[in-house]
T-cell receptor, first 114, second 115 residues
Framework: GQQLNQSPQSMFIQEGEDVSMNCTSSSIFNTWLWYKQDPGEGPVLLIALYKAGELTSNGRLTAQFGITRKDSFLNISASIPSDVGIYFCAGRADYGGSQGNLIFGKGTKLSVKP | DAGVIQSPRHEVTEMGQEVTLRCKPISGHNSLFWYRQTMMRGLELLIYFNNNVPIDDSGMPEDRFSAKMPNASFSTLKIQPSEPRDSAVYFC?????????????FGNGTRLTVT
């Protein structure tokens, strides 16, 4: 079946640094979503992308829908301590399809540098 | 807006016991989803409902799992009998409608431990 590869699996951040993570799929996707999950809570939607090449920002977060439709990127600028958590990408291959066809990546865990 | 409410937050039970997880979706949302999250497999969709009707239960791992949605404001996920490999965090999510641009709102999950 369809799979999403999310990288890196984990990373450490120092306050003020920029952070990048990405997600690739084995097939073409037509929707890309980015979620954040804090400890003990459910995922919360950060950014939704519906068009190839689309670049969307939400505060310090910027996400892009790759031109090939097989990847997406999430960047966090000037990271702050509350950015720690797990970031998930999610994608859907069918146009205008059901939420039931949403596939999630395994997540990128952001931690603070010791 | 109270968000999606799940109960209990934590459940510890012994193998063979019946477990019932509960979910109250956001008022006015017509679609409800049950997910399971584990370290190995990440977030997996188990089943989802539109207007209280189950649409796709292909993600339900075995006959031991069942889900119901008797009305628009309540759903249950039942495991009977439970097994240690069922240990995971179970999330309920709801959306206004089952369309690509209607975002999922997740509850805070139920952490299930089966010993």
């Amino acid at each position: 079946g369809q799979q999403l590869n999310q990288s890196p699996q984990s990373m450490f951040i120092q306050e003020g640094e920029d952070v990048s993570m990405n997600c690739t799929s084995s097939s073409i996707f037509n929707t890309w979503l980015w979620y954040k999950q804090d400890p003990g809570e459910g995922p919360v939607l950060l950014i939704a992308l519906y068009k190839a090449g689309e670049l969307t920002s939400n505060g310090r977060l910027t996400a892009q829908f790759g031109i090939t439709r097989k990847d997406s990127f999430l960047n966090i600028s000037a990271s702050i301590p509350s950015d720690v958590g797990i970031y998930f990408c999610a994608g859907r291959a069918d146009y205008g399809g059901s939420q039931g066809n949403l596939i999630f990546g395994k997540g990128t865990k952001l931690s603070v540098k010791p | 807006d109270a968000g999606v409410i799940q109960s209990p937050r934590h459940e510890v039970t012994e193998m063979g016991q019946e477990v019932t997880l509960r979910c109250k979706p956001i008022s006015g949302h017509n679609s409800l989803f049950w997910y399971r999250q584990t370290m190995m497999r990440g977030l997996e969709l188990l089943i989802y409902f539109n207007n209280n009707v189950p649409i796709d239960d292909s993600g339900m791992p075995e006959d031991r799992f069942s889900a119901k949605m008797p009305n628009a404001s309540f759903s249950t996920l039942k495991i009977q009998p439970s097994e240690p490999r069922d240990s995971a965090v179970y999330f309920c999510a709801s959306s206004w409608e089952d369309s690509y641009n209607s975002p999922l709102h997740f509850g805070n999950g139920t952490r299930l431990t089966v010993t």
